[in-house]
């Protein structure tokens, strides 16, 4: 396998992690959360399966779940140089201290999959 084809299949295993976080945080069913992120139901099941196993707790979503929580660590100054806002309605920021590398992998990712 190629440099080139190693680098596309962690950016759509990457893709397909932020769209099963996103999805859990949604609340919706999987046929409503796929119908408005423009995403094939088959292509979801088949990279849940892939990601977290056929029994894995992340692939029961339940109503009463507790949310969690994740602390992050703010920059001094609190403004990110550039914010994109995505068609999901999540919203990207991002500090001027940013590798442009990843930045520019991370876009790509986003694009490719409609999100921007």
């Not at 088949?46 to 339940?62: M, V």
């Not at 009463?64 to 806002?85: K, N, Q, W």
């Not at 991002?94 to 999100?115: E, M, Q, Y």
Request: hydrophobic residues 35%.
């Amino acid at each position: 396998m190629s440099k080139e084809q190693v680098k596309m299949k962690n950016e759509r295993r990457q893709f397909w992690q932020m769209v099963m976080e996103t999805w859990q945080d949604s609340g919706m069913p999987v046929s409503k959360f796929c119908k408005t992120e423009g995403l094939s139901e088959g292509s979801f099941y088949n990279w849940r399966k892939r990601l977290y196993g056929r029994n894995s707790q992340r692939n029961k979503q339940s109503n009463s779940r507790t949310p969690t929580f994740i602390e992050v660590a703010m920059p001094e100054s609190g403004h990110a140089a550039l914010e994109l806002v995505l068609s999901s309605g999540n919203v990207l920021r991002i500090s001027s201290t940013a590798d442009n590398r990843a930045l520019s992998n991370v876009i790509s990712v986003l694009c490719r999959a409609g999100l921007c």
